[in-house]
């Protein structure tokens, strides 16, 4: 199986494990979006913009904490969690070169979404 195909398959098991996500996206450390399910509507441009958004936004911040972190002396970074009036991101450290990003709805269950998230991040890791 090529990587790209493995990568999506990673996305495909999360979602399913967590219905009521509104996207998974894995992306670069340099903030290029790799493979994404996003929820967007029908129109592959508006979600393609939004992978773009994301893949960087992520990116940055898995940088950026990962500076803090060692700042700090708190050791390696592992993951990110942001929480919004209407919804949360948890942004996962996938190895070195990659970062895998989970949005979830006002309320998720953030115990669920680490726990499967955290592994599914592991394994990506492996195959950046």
């Known amino acids: 199986m090529a990587k790209l ?16 996500l509104r996207g998974v996206l894995i992306a670069s450390t340099e ?3 790799v493979a994404h399910s996003i929820a967007g509507g029908a129109d592959p441009a508006r979600v393609a913009a939004m992978a773009d958004r994301i893949a960087a936004m992520a990116a940055a911040s898995i940088n950026l904490g990962r500076r803090v972190s060692e700042s700090l002396s708190v050791g ?14 948890f942004l996962y450290s996938a190895g070195p070169k990659g970062v895998l990003a989970v ?3 006002k309320g998720g269950n953030a115990g669920l979404i680490h726990l499967e998230a955290r592994a599914i991040a592991k394994e990506v890791g492996e195959l950046f």
């Open 31 to 33: 903030g290029l979006p």
């Open 76 to 89: 390696q970074l592992v993951e990110i969690s942001v929480t919004g009036a209407e919804g949360q991101i």
């Open 103 to 105: 949005i979830a709805p």
């Open 5 to 20: 195909e493995a990568l999506q398959k990673h996305i495909e098991t999360l979602r399913a494990a967590i219905p009521e």
